[in-house]
């Protein structure tokens, strides 16, 4: 046999494949996405864009090991989580090297990121009491009656650039967990992670075909979204693809859950304490450059308080260090894309136009070639503003002054937005009011970015969340289940008669 052994091609761009049957499989379709590092801002791979055919191999793969899957004993999908989780757990610098690569953030925050998903890794570990049901004995004279949950079969994530790890394990895990068998559609912008998954996954024992990535953009969405053979879709995204991938997925038939964008309001009181909130403004806002769908993008301050915190934040915002994510000392990285970087310098770039007041301009100094931009600042932000109204998903943290706590609660509630909130204050009854009152899904007292943790589910109200399931936690276990109900009798001879009126208790 004569082998052909090729020279290296200068420069050759890694190639990222699909993930179909528990292996890579090239994509066919002659049509690719350009992955970059934003902070070299050169391409550093090139991802296949799947085909409506390779979606269809990716949920036959996946509709195939159902069968055996499903079939595991809860306690065997136990002791795979277990395994998933020490690997996990091990190589977690690994994967957050990957994410600092492709989405630009600091290994810190993408080893933050990482940790935050194992601990729904973690919470899965415990399907055994989770999927434990309930039992109605003698509910009529000889009959119990029991409910049980059982798997829906083949489901998809379609999921964002932000949290390229996080994210899908939001979903694989509860939806594995269950006993489903999964196809991943990940972010086109940084998708190396959801493949390191695959093979982690694998290496963990987890059978050829429970776990598939398709990689793509519109094309693949599509055919994951009418594809009769997927039960059950979950997207995380923007607000107009969430409306889009909810709408179209539940025409299908499908169960969906779709979580949008975000304006995230932060209000201080006049009694806050003023460094405790500067301090959690900066971090919510400029942390992982903004581009968070929990991050804090505009402060309501009430009253005197506004021109304090003002400085206060004014002071702190030249101490934050802006560079390559691999190095250490950074504390905030670039954007993820150069037209993104561009789209929000371009609000601040508009906000005088609007009447209102730069007060830090982060496109001043931003270092070397890749898509930084440095915080920025903008003082009387107001409701009809571009700066107000959009979600910007970057570092830029508007200002916006009300004279009284009903004016600000006012805001937030009209706001079309309801994922996160917080409140900054020392009063114990205007807070617990203020959760009373507020129109959001996930609320922080005195905690800018009130994640909730795995054993509590997530999700945002109004245009932040469509569907009725919030994820992970309680509701993830629901989504990804659906409910049988058993009533039975065992033969007893002595009781046994004919009977043609329709059941009844006894
Ligand atoms: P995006 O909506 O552009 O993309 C999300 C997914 O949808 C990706 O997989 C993408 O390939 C796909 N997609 C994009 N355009 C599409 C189209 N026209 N048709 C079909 N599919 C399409 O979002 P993004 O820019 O990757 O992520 C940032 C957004 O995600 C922000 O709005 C952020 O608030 C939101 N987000 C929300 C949450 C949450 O929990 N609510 C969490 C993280 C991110």
């Known amino acids: 046999m004569t082998e052909t052994i090729e020279a290296p091609r200068a420069q050759a761009l890694k190639q990222i494949n699909h993930w179909i049957g528990g292996r890579a499989v090239a994509g066919t379709s002659g049509r690719s996405g350009a992955v970059y590092n934003p902070a070299t801002g050169r391409q550093v791979a090139e991802v296949d864009f799947a085909t409506v055919e390779e979606v269809d191999a990716a949920v036959q793969a996946a509709k195939a090991a159902f069968v055996e899957w499903r079939s595991f004993s809860i306690a065997k999908r136990a002791e795979l989580f277990f395994n998933i989780r020490e690997l996990v757990h091990e190589r977690k610098e690994e994967v957050a090297k990957i994410l600092v690569s492709e989405h630009g953030k600091v290994l810190s925050d993408a080893i933050g990121e990482v940790t935050r998903g194992l601990e729904v890794i973690e919470y899965c570990c415990g399907i055994p009491t989770l999927l434990k049901s309930e039992y109605s004995e003698q509910a009529s004279t000889g009959i119990d009656v029991y409910s049980i949950r059982q798997p829906l079969g083949v489901v998809a994530g379609i999921t964002p650039f932000n949290f390229p790890a996080m994210v899908p394990m939001w979903m694989w895990a509860p939806a594995l967990a269950c006993g489903n068998t999964f196809v991943l559609k990940p972010s086109e912008k940084d998708p190396s992670a959801s493949v390191w998954t695959a093979e982690l996954l694998k290496e963990a024992g ?14 693949a969405v599509d055919a994951v979204l009418t594809h009769p053979d997927i039960a059950a879709v979950s997207f995380v995204g923007s607000t107009p693809i969430a409306r889009y991938v909810y709408e179209t997925a539940t025409s ?16 201080v009181l ?31 301050a009430v009253g005197h308080v506004a021109d304090e915190l003002i400085e206060a934040i004014k002071t702190r915002i030249p101490k934050v260090k802006v560079g390559d994510g691999m190095d250490p000392s950074s504390e905030m990285g670039p954007l993820v894309t150069r037209e993104h970087r561009d789209k929000v310098a371009s609000y601040v770039e508009n906000a005088p136009g609007e009447g209102a007041d730069v007060l830090v301009d982060g496109r001043e100094g931003a270092p070397g070639d890749g898509f930084f931009l440095k915080p920025s600042l903008i003082d009387n932000v107001k409701p009809g503003m571009k700066a107000y109204e959009d979600e910007i998903f970057g570092p830029v943290l508007g200002v916006t002054r009300v004279d009284s706590y009903d004016e600000a609660v006012h805001l937030v509630n009209e706001n079309p937005y309801g994922n996160g909130t917080a409140i900054f204050t020392r009063d114990g009854g205007v807070a617990r009011q203020f959760q009373f009152d507020v129109q959001a899904g996930m609320v922080g007292i005195n905690v800018p970015i009130p994640v909730p943790v795995a054993y509590h589910s997530f999700g945002g109200w109004k245009a932040s969340l469509f569907g009725d399931r919030h994820i992970y936690g309680p509701e993830g276990i629901e989504f990804y289940t659906r409910g049988k109900v058993v009533t039975s009798r065992w033969p007893d001879p002595a009781t046994s008669k004919v009977d043609l009126g329709f059941p009844q208790t006894r």
């Open 270 to 300: 006049p009694d806050a304490d003023v460094d405790m909130a500067a301090d959690a403004a900066v971090s919510a806002a400029y942390g992982s450059a903004g581009e968070r769908c929990m991050a804090i993008s505009q402060i309501v």
């Open 206 to 219: 987890l059978p050829d075909g429970v776990f598939n990535v398709v990689h793509g953009d519109k094309t």
């Open 252 to 267: 299908h038939g499908k169960r969906c859950q779709a979580l949008g964008g975000a304006k995230n309001h932060m209000i």
